[in-house]
């Protein structure tokens, strides 16, 4: 699957602008019980990204992948993204939530440390989503996992900037488990 700059804008777009989503359920495993999350739940209510793109004077549908003026907009865009605000709210949380892989520890043992994004292609595209849509994940033991793998994964979460060498990410969920993903 090949996805061009201009669609990696537009996933960022339609997955941030899915602020409807249906509530949070529960989902329980042993005695602890998980908030399923959605990529919209990690947005602060009042935090709208196309508001923020129109402010920064940014229309992706006018740019031309590869263009100077695609260059220009992205440095404009990257210190936006990466200021982006997560939900506080949420630190310390007990969740689950689905999403693709974007490995970043891998040795022969596994991966103990990934990126988990909304849609396929962030990270490795560019521009990568806000920090407020990029999840890093450590596990607790080294497990086979393959960048573009949907999973969902489980444990704590945390509001938390890290920088990796891919991406930053806002929020960090110490992982109890992962799983692939099934609806």
Same mark, same amino acid.
């Given at each position: 699957m090949?996805i ?6 537009? #996933?960022?777009?339609?997955? !941030? ?11 329980? !495993?042993?005695r602890?019980?998980? %908030?399923?999350?959605d990529?919209?739940?990690?947005l ?9 793109m129109r +402010?920064?004077?940014i229309d992706?549908r006018?740019?031309? +992948? #590869?263009?100077?003026? +695609?260059s220009?907009?992205w440095?404009k &865009? %990257?210190? *936006? ?8 709210? &949420?630190?310390g949380?007990? /969740? ?5 892989v ?5 040795s #022969?043992?596994?991966t %103990?440390e990934?990126?988990? /994004?909304?849609?396929?292609g962030a990270? *490795? ?8 849509? *990029?999840v890093?994940?450590r &596990?607790?033991?080294?497990?086979r996992i ?6 969902? *994964?489980?444990?704590?979460?945390q509001?938390?900037l890290?920088q990796?060498?891919?991406a930053s990410?806002g929020? &960090?969920?110490l992982?109890d488990?992962v799983?692939?993903? %099934?609806?």
């Open positions: 090949n061009n700059r201009r669609d990696a804008l537009k #996933g960022v777009a339609n997955c !941030l602008l899915l602020a409807g989503a249906a509530p949070a359920l529960s989902w329980t !495993l042993g602890r019980s998980y %908030r399923t999350l990529w919209p739940d990690l602060p209510p009042d935090w709208d990204p196309a508001a923020v +402010e920064a004077k992706s006018a740019i031309a +992948e #590869g263009s100077d003026q +695609e220009q907009a440095r &865009l %990257r210190p *936006i993204w990466d200021s982006a605000p997560v939900r506080s709210d &949420l630190n949380a007990w /969740v689950r939530m689905p999403g693709y974007v490995t970043i520890d891998q #022969g043992e596994g %103990r990934f990126l988990l /994004v909304p849609y396929f990270c *490795i595209h560019l521009p990568p989503p806000p920090i407020n849509q *990029i890093l994940v &596990l607790k033991r080294a497990t393959q960048t573009s793998n949907v999973l969902w *994964i489980w444990g704590q979460l509001t938390q890290h990796t060498s891919v990410a929020y &960090l969920m992982a488990g799983s692939p993903y %099934r609806e």
